[in-house]
């Protein structure tokens, strides 16, 4: 048309093709999915900005709904690893009270080892963990978002109804009122499902898989060794222990709520988990010392009375440099303590004493003064024409 002379604008060329089927695929009419009860529950998760002890933070939504009844339930973490996910999916179950056949999920490498779609292969620990329930995890392909069209619409709802004019003071006042807003939430009618998520619940219970008798606590164990101060670390924070397990091999287990340091069979110390790394200190009021019974500040260092053993004539020297010297007084006494066992005795006594008598507390010229002597002392050169 164009080399014929006809003059065309952009838009009305790009209608011509699409009435045409130029370069433009055929027109697919859009389908639904159907869920009978009990086939599938939809998990995801997403992020929000939630105002939380006075402060606006971007948090990670769970959410979790049954298919069918379209029942739903969410919670809120700081971050949602594979110990995450395995603590909110417990948590699912426990308040439906029942299992699905599958649990869609999208992709997330929290669950998924290699493959997408059709040919995702969970990771082994996962796996195990939907086998103990009676259902398997499945992943939609790459592009198809509207086939876990039904946990993705809440996330808008959570976001401008739950969290729209709320503040919270904590992560467990966060994630109650969550827990209250979806009692309210799945007892109220819906205009696009036409009945109410309780009432549809009810008839979808009877071909719900139902729970182990026993449902374990999900835990993430770690083994530490309880430093010098009797704390071991998880996750930056630290948990006090007692101080006889100092320098000993503990194991810790982390559970949602609470981390337990067990040492030997029978000895157990339980803390609040602190949910976020903020590098704190938790101590236990019977971990504290006995007033009067702490380290005393004036005993010896460990390092002063190795010297005192080694080279007693020096405890002069080291008394005027604990009050004179520059350097910390634990570091200046471990190079001191080193001197005395690296040099000879002769020539380190001799140094210490010169540099007593003119007050030098300088511990590298001291080092310095010590190599002098054993350069002049120890290794004099013969002369040949002698």
Sequence with gaps: M??????LSYPTLTAFCRRQKICHASIVPAGQYYFPPGRECQHDTSTHTVKMGGKSRLVQTASAVLCYSRMLFFQFYPTFQRFDCKVFLTEVLTYFGYSTKTVMIDNTHAVVLHGTGKDMVPVPEMAAFAERYGFKFEAHEIGDANRSGRVERPFWFIQKNFLAGREFTDWNDLNQKARVWCNQV?????KHIRAVPR???ALERLHLKPLPIWVPE????HHRIVDVEGYVSVNTNRYSTPVDWIGH???VRETKDKIEIQYGPRQMVVHQRVL???GQRITLREHRPVRGQGIKRSDPRPEEKTLGQVVPEIAGYVTALKKRGHKYITLALRQLLRMAREYPRGAFLSAVAEAGHYGLYDLDRLERMILRRIATEYFKIENKND
């Design 2 to 7: 164009l080399a014929d002379g006809a003059e």
């Design 186 to 190: 799945n007892a109220t009618y819906k």
């Design 199 to 201: 009432e549809l619940f």
């Design 218 to 221: 999900v835990y993430r164990l």
């Design 249 to 251: 091999q503990v194991e």
């Design 276 to 278: 976020e790394p903020t």
